[in-house]
């Protein structure tokens, strides 16, 4: 059982570059075909500063910024016992390749189901660029078996 004492617990930020040749491929992986995910050139054309990044990009970055090896550690967990439950996210802002993003991560709530067969263990996650302007807000809920 995940104790409820990591209520509260702050992730270390850690700063993620975002990379024209990663957009592309998550562009390409998401079936986005428009050139200002694809071609600089068009997204510069579009009057955009560089490829603009898909809307689920903010997801990618917060796997980039999470030592899953620690944060198993941290909750006395396996990765066998991980699902990826839900994920929520909230724009403020675009982001593009070029940019530098800090993720922070903060564990927002742990809740049992099911007499504690089920665990859910939610995170708030927050997104700022370079100019320290928040670009966007995720809510992750990760849900953990106990058989």
């Known amino acids: ?3 409820k004492k990591h209520i509260g617990y702050e992730f270390l930020p850690i700063t993620v570059p975002v990379e024209e040749g990663r957009l592309k491929f998550i562009a390409k992986a ?3 075909t428009r050139d200002i995910y694809t071609d ?3 997204a510069k054309a ?3 500063p560089g490829l603009l990044a898909p809307p689920t990009f903010p997801f990618m970055l917060e796997i980039d910024a999470l ?3 620690n944060f198993m550690a941290l909750l006395g967990e396996t990765l066998e ?6 994920e929520n996210f909230s724009y403020y802002a675009p982001i593009y390749a070029g940019e530098k993003i800090t993720v922070r991560k903060t564990i927002t709530d742990i809740i049992d189901k099911k007499e504690g067969t089920l665990q859910f263990v939610i995170s708030d ?3 700022t660029n370079q100019d320290g302007k928040i670009v966007a807000e995720t809510r992750t809920n ?3 078996r106990h058989k």
């Open 125 to 127: 996650n927050t997104f």
């Open 1 to 3: 059982m995940i104790d």
């Open 81 to 86: 016992k991980l699902l990826h439950g839900e």
């Open 67 to 69: 030592d899953l090896v």
């Open 142 to 144: 990760y849900v953990f």
């Open 46 to 48: 579009a009057g955009l």
């Open 40 to 42: 600089p050139d068009a």
């Open 30 to 32: 998401l079936g986005e």
